[in-house]
Each structure stands twice: as C-alpha cells, then as structure tokens.
C-alpha cells in the first residue's frame, strides 16, 4: 500500500490584531491560569506587558516562564514545569520565535506525560518512549516570521551534555491556536528578520524536494517560496512595511506546514550540528548551509530544483530542466548576500572541527528526509565548501 499522510493540528488566525483576541481564545479553551512562556529579549521590549493587559482585561491571571536562551537547552524544561505545576497553570501561552515555541511545547508534553524531555528524543531510530497522555492547550502567538513552529509538531532543543541539538516530534506538540499577527513582527531587528526568513525559505525548499513530497505539501512549500521570495529583502530594509511583514510571515506559517508533513532533509541535520557546537542561531545555520546542500541534491529531482528557481523569480525560457534548477541554487545565494547572510568561518566554525560536525549531523534524524543518499564524507566536502 503506497498512501501519504498530510499532517495538520493547528488552527491559524491571521491578520493585524489577531493577538488583541487572546483573552477570548483563552476562555475559549477553557483556561483559567495561564503560564506565558516568552523570552527576555521581548519582555524588554514591552510586548509582553501589553500581551498580559489583554489577558487581565479578561480576568486571566498570567505566571511568566522567560529562561529561555537563542538556542534553548534542555534543562530549561524541567524548570518549566516547575512553574506551571506550581502555580496550577491550565493553559500555555507561548509568545516569540521559535525559541519559546519550542520550549512550551515541550513543558506542556513533559507536564502531561512526567520523566525528562530526552526520555522522547526523535533520532534516526525513531521516538525513544511513546506519549501516553495530550498536552493541555497550548495558544502561540509568533514574534518572527521563520521557524513555523507555531504550526508545527516539531521542538528542536540543545543538549549541552553532547554538544548537539535533539529533535522532539509528536501531532500531541502541535499547538492547538496560533494567532498570527504581523504588526507584532514589525519591531524585529534587520538581521534576525534575515536569518529567520532565510530559515522559513529553507523549510519551503527542503520539504518541496525532500523524499516525501505531496500536494498539499508542495502547494503550501510552492507558494510559501513565492511569498518570501517577494517579500524578504523588502522586510529586512524596512522592517515597518507591514504588507512585507504579512507576506514573511504566511510564508513562514506555510512553510511550517509543509514540512509537519514533508520533512526537511540534510540542511537541517547539518546545520542542527552548528547550532549545538557554536550556538550558531539556526536560521543564519540553515542559510549558510542550504545552497551547497542544493547543489548536491539537485541530480535528484532537477525539475523540483527548476520549480523553485521559477518560484524564486528566475526565467527558465529556452532552458534545460538542470539549467532552470541550477538558477535556483543561484538565486538562493543572491538573497543570503543580499540580507547579509555570513559564511560558515564568520559563525566560529574551526576547520578541525568539520570532521566531528560532519559524523553528528549524518546521525541527525533529518538526514532521513533528504532526496539523495549522503555519506559522512560528502558532508565534509560540503562542510569546506561552505566555509
């Protein structure tokens, strides 16, 4: 039996003033004590004091959680729980990027089913422990336009013990609400809307080329390619286009649902290597990595690699189907240059260190997804080549 199975367990509300309907969403659920589970970064900003007025207005009492890093760790999980237990929070309001997505995703899975977050690490072998219990309701509310993890059943985590990110996936990590608001994104300094835009293009790319493709998912990842690609330069110039800002983010939440059910390939696995040995911010390691990947992948499916460069705004007329897909490769570079993108030796990266990076990310479980058998070797090739 050949079936595929589209993945999908997030409701989206989109536009300006979504999250000013947060207090409604959360009576909706049911809740009545909420943990909010945010960043410093953003409480500095004062987002967070207006995101709690809202909720006050509607007699929600709020307990945050904010120790949370870039690049959060493991052990930030454990503390997570302690705070929503303690207080009796019923609800989890998770409001940032990816960083705090990630998190109260996993404080809402370890809170239902105990132990520790690794006890359900996703490597290559598979889940390590089944969930045996749902989460309780989970609302994410996003600050950036890149990680999907809004939409996603996915939590990414560094666990410094072995200087690696962990993969944690299940449909019970899927947020239940995500109010997608652009106005909230519009305060988000030039180069994080550049690494996290390039992180949603990769996520577009990889899950329209990986060994699993669908249509849904390639309508989601085709057009989400279109939307960033028309949309990211503008964002990063001028951070108050708000049409640019709505455009970044839908790509963003498309591309996110692509991959829930498409999954991303060796981009990801190689750059998860970065992030757990150099606290490289992910999206700026899915950027540096994602053309040399592409130009190895491309023999794979040519014609998928000639879509994107289509989607990108290449013209293919009179073109061979491996010269349209080698346009994409190309394109990809003119926008990591043009948003400011480093090179792999510019993020700390050691030449003594590729052989080492290169055997953990061939054991990442994202290795699984990619189109084209990969060898450690390879890795290292492409390691240099991006150096």
């Known amino acids: 039996m050949d ?28 809740g009545t004590k909420a943990l909010l589970v945010t960043d410093p970064g953003l409480i500095s900003t004062g987002m967070i004091d207006t995101i709690e007025k809202y909720l006050q207005d509607a007699q929600i009492p709020v307990v945050r959680f904010a120790d949370i890093k870039g690049n959060p760790v493991v052990g930030c999980i454990e503390q997570g729980v302690k705070v929503m237990k303690d207080n009796g929070c019923d609800i989890t309001i998770a409001i940032g990027g990816g960083s705090s997505m990630d998190v109260a995703k996993a404080i809402n899975i370890v809170e239902a089913n105990g132990g520790n977050i690794l006890d359900y690490e996703v490597t290559r072998e598979g889940q390590k422990n089944p969930l045996k219990k749902r989460k309780k309701p989970l609302i994410a509310i996003p600050t950036t336009s890149g990680t999907g993890s809004e939409v996603t059943i996915w939590s ?56 699993a493709p669908m249509p849904q998912t390639d309508a989601l990842a085709l057009h989400a390619i279109e939307l960033i690609s028309q949309n990211l330069r503008q964002a990063v110039a ?23 059910s498409s999954p991303v390939g060796c981009v990801h696995a190689m750059a998860h290597t970065l992030g757990g040995a150099y606290d ?75 052989p080492k990076l290169a055997e953990l990310a061939f054991n990442d479980m994202n290795h699984n997804g990619n189109p084209k058998p990969m060898t450690v070797d390879k890795m290292i090739e492409i390691y240099n080549e991006a150096y």
């Open 238 to 260: 001028n951070g108050k286009n708000i049409p640019a800002r709505e455009g970044m983010l839908m790509g963003s939440l498309m591309a996110g649902m692509a991959f829930n």
């Open 156 to 211: 990414v985590l560094t666990d410094p013990a072995r200087n690696m990110k962990a993969s944690f996936g299940h449909p019970w990590y899927a947020p239940d609400l995500a109010l997608a608001d652009p106005v909230l994104t519009a305060s988000v300094p030039a180069g994080l809307t550049a690494a996290t835009g390039m992180d949603a293009l990769t996520h577009a790319i990889e899950a329209y080329t990986s060994i």
């Open 3 to 30: 079936t595929k199975i589209f993945k999908h367990f997030t409701t989206v509300e989109f536009g300006v003033g979504a999250a000013e309907t947060i207090g409604d969403k959360v009576k909706e659920f049911g």
């Open 280 to 354: 490289t911010p992910h999206g700026v390691a899915n950027a540096i990595m994602l053309p040399y990947v592409m130009e190895y992948n491309i023999t794979a499916c040519p014609e998928r690699f000639a879509d994107v460069a289509v989607a990108m705004g290449e013209v293919g007329d009179g073109l061979s189907v491996i010269e349209v897909a080698d346009k994409s490769i190309a394109a990809v570079k003119r926008m990591s240059s043009d948003v400011g993108i480093p090179r792999l030796r510019e993020v700390g990266c050691k030449k003594e260190d590729i």
